[in-house]
């Protein structure tokens, strides 16, 4: 399965790139909160990097490879949570999302139908289902930065390290990042785990 693809950005279409390496042209999909940031993460050379999610297409008797692209691991990681809701494939899920990740997040966690229904394709009971699933479970992606990029970092067993790092791959400075996990321990010491953590400290900044 491909991971990653680096190479030159030949062309951009609605919600599909065309990136050449090695002579060879790829097709990857990509949502239009991607693309248009897209240009913004290109080298001097005009080369991309693009964290790759591969799955088959499966028809009557066939099976198609489809890539579809992102600029980071954690946008990934919400793309893998987003199509767990029921009646949301990949191809669905990259025309929905057409608006920033952390955008969509707070929409979710704060149950906003209304936004989530300017979302193409997503009707008044797509709207449920994706709160219903997701709905407090997704805080750490609402922390994402406009100007996240391709970190991906192992992580400690422990759920402060944990967190520290996820909040690093988001951008913030460490002193920062410190500073929101301090407060956020110091509110709810019973947390088990480095998602919660994060949910913690996701609702903390929201309420300031």
């Given amino acids: 399965m491909i991971a990653k693809i680096s190479g030159k950005l030949v062309e951009k279409r609605d919600n599909c790139l065309i990136v050449e390496n090695n002579n060879i042209q790829y097709e990857i999909l990509v949502p239009t909160s991607v693309s248009q940031r897209i240009d913004d993460f290109k080298d001097a050379d005009g080369k991309v990097t693009l964290i790759i999610y591969h799955y088959l297409q499966m028809g009557q008797g066939t099976s198609i490879p489809v890539l579809v692209g992102f600029l980071s691991e954690i946008e990934k990681d919400f793309f893998l949570q987003f199509i767990t809701v029921s009646g949301i494939g990949p191809k669905a899920a990259v025309k929905a999302l057409n608006k920033p990740i952390s955008e969509v997040t707070r929409a979710i966690d704060s149950a906003d139908m209304a936004y989530l229904k300017t979302l193409p394709g997503i009707g008044m009971q797509r709207a449920k289902d994706i709160i219903a699933k997701l709905q407090g479970k997704i805080g750490k992606f609402g922390?994402?930065?406009?100007?996240?990029?391709?970190?991906?970092?192992?992580?400690?067993?422990?759920?402060?390290?944990?967190?520290?790092?996820?909040?690093?791959?988001?951008?913030?400075?460490?002193?920062?990042?410190?500073?929101?996990?301090?407060?956020?321990?110091?509110?709810?010491?019973?947390?088990?785990?480095?998602?919660?953590?994060?949910?913690?400290?996701?609702?903390?900044?929201?309420n300031i």
């Avoid at 990042?177 to 609702?203: G, P, Q, R, S, V």
């Fill in 143 to 206: 922390l994402i930065k406009d100007e996240v990029g391709a970190l991906n970092k192992e992580v400690s067993s422990d759920i402060k390290e944990e967190a520290l790092e996820i909040l690093l791959q988001l951008q913030y400075k460490r002193p920062e990042a410190m500073n929101m996990i301090a407060k956020a321990w110091e509110n709810a010491k019973d947390l088990k785990t480095a998602e919660e953590l994060l949910n913690e400290i996701y609702k903390q900044r929201v």
